[in-house]
């Protein structure tokens, strides 16, 4: 079983930063985070590949956002750059013991373990 808490999150004006974090308690091959805004489906934002460190991000956060993960304390962590109104949603943090890659992106149902969600809201 892994569990996973979330901390972070927001409201901040459009171009700003915020910086979401996850803290696991046990092992799991791929970590990262999803988000959902009202009326849409779950979509895929970036992982993280706690090994070798690889990432993986979906082309609109790309060059914006930043994943990472302190493997000593088994957290990850995703710095939010240049905030738009549309990154508005309930972020989610997963985890799995399958895989990890940019497929996984698009594989909501690959993912196991979830956090409980927090919420990010940008302003125009």
């Known amino acids: 079983q892994v569990q996973l808490v979330e901390s972070g999150g927001g409201s901040v004006q459009a171009g700003g930063s915020l910086r979401l974090s996850c803290a696991a308690s046990g092992y799991n091959a791929c970590m990262g985070w999803f988000r959902q805004a009202p009326g849409k489906e779950r979509e895929g934002v970036a992982l993280i590949y706690p090994r070798g460190g690889s990432t993986y991000y979906a082309d609109s956060v790309m060059g914006r956002f930043t994943i990472s993960r302190d493997n000593v304390q088994n957290t990850a962590y995703l710095q939010m750059n240049g905030l738009k109104p549309e990154d508005t949603a309930m972020y989610y943090c997963?985890?799995?013991?399958?895989?990890?890659?940019?497929?996984?992106?698009?594989?909501?149902?690959?993912?196991?373990?979830w956090g409980q969600g927090t919420q990010v809201t940008v302003s125009s």
């Open positions: 997963a985890a799995n013991r399958r895989g990890c890659g940019t497929w996984y992106l698009s594989s909501v149902a690959s993912f196991d373990y």
